[in-house]
């Protein structure tokens, strides 16, 4: 769940998810985060809604 910048809506359903994984840290993990795209008032917000280390 967003909110939106322009209204202060919160906006529900995302209109897409995806999952992306970064760089090691020190001890060779990586964090995996899942990423949703929102749409309110014609913008799109982005947000990471779930971090893992994997």
Avoid: F, H, S
């Avoid at 994984?21 to 985060?33: C, I, M, Y």
């Avoid at 990423?35 to 799109?44: E, K, P, R, S, V």
């Amino acid at each position: 769940m967003a909110k939106c910048p322009a209204c202060g809506k919160e906006v529900k359903t995302a209109k897409k998810t995806w999952k992306m994984a970064g760089k090691p840290d020190k001890n060779g993990k990586r964090t995996q985060l899942t990423i949703a795209l929102y749409d309110c008032c014609g913008n799109t917000i982005r947000q990471v809604i779930d971090k893992q280390k994997i």
